[in-house]
């Protein structure tokens, strides 16, 4: 979470584009508190991270 970039913007952009869809899938929004900008993400985050993505696509998809 970055202080010059609040989250209720990606809250918003979240709602409308969900609101803008056609059908009922579902949307993920990820919001890290602990994150910054530039490289060396540790590799803890680097996993939650695909295991997060992972876990939207099972479900997503029903298997």
Same mark, same amino acid.
Not at 31 to 59: C, M, N, S, Y
């Given at each position: !979470?970055?202080?010059?970039?609040?989250?209720? !913007?990606? %809250?918003?952009? *979240? $709602? *409308?584009?969900? #609101? $803008?869809? *056609?059908?009922?899938?579902? /949307? &993920? &929004?990820?919001?890290?508190?602990? @994150?910054? !900008?530039? #490289?060396?993400?540790?590799? *803890?985050?680097? &996993?939650?991270?695909? @295991?997060?993505?992972w876990? %939207?696509?099972?479900?997503?998809?029903? /298997?």
């Amino acid at each position: !979470h970055d202080d010059r970039v609040v989250p209720a !913007h990606s %809250f918003k952009f *979240a $709602a *409308a584009a969900q #609101a $803008a869809q *056609a059908g009922c899938n579902p /949307m &993920i &929004i990820r919001i890290d508190t602990k @994150a910054g !900008h530039g #490289a060396g993400k540790p590799t *803890a985050k680097q &996993i939650e991270e695909v @295991a997060d993505r992972w876990g %939207f696509l099972t479900k997503a998809l029903k /298997m």
